[in-house]
């Protein structure tokens, strides 16, 4: 029953160092979505997946890359971390783009100073 | 473009209190709207949900109504518990983009005091 499952739940980062934030989802579901947290703006999208093979960019890609690198998994790149990428970055899963019901991952804190 | 607006919080209330959060939207088309519930600690959940106008979703005590008219999606519940303290996010999904990008209002987080 693990759902999302999100890799590693804290990080701290130095200015300009690169880390991969690992997403996997168990359910079979063909899209996939990272979102990053901020205080008093809700959840942005950076990047998404509607399917194996594909992604997009979404509403705050810059700074960022994904690799869909099978169905289950969808990962995050910082390639060069700022201290305006902290933040808390969940994945989520849908089963296809017209269901509603998206499924979150706990969650990653990441703090770049 | 599309927008979720919610009620700035915190919200702190008494346990067995009347419970209302403010959202408002704008989108064109007819999207679907969403509620959602993320404990301390943990990712977001899935409350409830309304796909079309006057369509009333409702869980665990929670319920929000979809007003077209008002463009509007308020969540209520009637006696909160101190287990319901946490953050709610409203969120609409607009079919026009095939549902990928969902947008979320800021969060509105309720504390609930014994």
């Known amino acids: 029953n693990a759902g999302v499952t999100q890799t590693p739940k804290f990080q701290v980062l130095k200015t300009g160092q690169s880390m991969t934030l690992q997403c996997a989802q168990d359910?079979?579901?063909?899209?996939m979505y990272w979102y990053r947290q901020d205080p008093g703006m809700g959840l942005r999208l950076i990047y998404y997946s509607a399917s194996e093979g594909t992604t997009d960019k979404g509403e705050v890609p810059n700074g960022y890359n994904v690799s869909r690198l099978n169905k289950r998994e969808f990962s995050l790149r910082l390639e060069s971390a700022a201290p305006s990428q902290t933040s808390v970055y969940f994945c989520?899963?849908?089963?296809?783009?017209?269901?509603?019901?998206?499924?979150f991952g706990q969650g990653t804190r990441l703090t770049v100073v | 473009g599309n927008s979720v607006t919610q009620m700035e919080g915190p919200v702190t209330l008494s346990e067995e209190a009347f419970l209302t959060i403010n959202c408002t939207y704008t989108a064109t088309g007819y999207p679907s709207l969403f509620w959602y519930v993320q404990y301390p600690g943990e990712g977001l959940q899935l409350l409830l949900k309304a796909t079309k106008a006057d369509d009333k979703g409702s869980n665990k005590g929670f319920e929000a109504t979809y007003r077209k008219e008002t463009t509007s999606f308020h969540l209520e519940k009637g006696s909160v518990q101190v287990s319901d303290s946490a953050v709610y996010f409203c969120?609409?999904?607009?079919?026009?983009?095939?549902?990928?990008?969902?947008?979320f209002g800021a969060g509105t987080r309720l504390f609930v005091k014994a």
């Open positions: 989520a899963s849908r089963p296809d783009s017209l269901g509603p019901k998206a499924f």
């Open positions: 359910m079979n579901h063909n899209s």
């Open positions: 969120a609409l999904s607009d079919g026009n983009t095939g549902g990928f990008k969902t947008i």
